[in-house]
């Protein structure tokens, strides 16, 4: 079983920088993409930010140049900077990571439990 846990969620200023960290633990043969959500009060959870395996970044507009996501395959690692913050950025953040488990080769769609990001303006 494959599992995520993310941090680096908390308070911040807006216009400061935050960085969350998304780590995979279990038996994992290879993550072939992984993605950044996030969830505002009362509205529906939504992309951010994915990184495929070997293929180009994607970012939603609202956060396109002021987000970067980045992978470290070794370490099962996401990571997601998120610079220039603004109040609507405020919300839940999901990491989610879809790929194939070791040594069955199943495939996995897994959530962590999220972290908190807060904007104050």
């Known amino acids: 079983q494959v599992h995520l846990v993310e941090s680096g969620g908390g308070l911040v200023q807006a216009g400061g920088s935050l960085r969350l960290s998304c780590e995979a633990s279990g038996r994992i043969s290879v993550i072939h993409v992984v993605g950044w959500y996030r969830q505002a009060p009362g509205k529906q959870r939504e992309l951010v930010a994915i990184?495929?395996?070997?293929?180009?970044?994607k970012y939603a507009d609202s956060v396109e140049g002021r987000f970067t996501i980045s992978r470290d395959n070794a370490k099962n690692a996401a990571y997601l900077q998120m610079n220039s913050l603004k109040s609507e950025d405020t919300g839940v953040y999901y990491c989610?990571?879809?790929?194939?488990?070791?040594?069955?080769?199943?495939?996995?769609?897994?959530w962590g439990q999220g972290t908190l990001v807060t904007v104050s303006s």
């Open positions: 990184i495929p395996e070997g293929a180009s970044t």
């Open positions: 989610n990571a879809k790929g194939r488990d070791w040594p069955a080769g199943r495939y996995f769609d897994t």
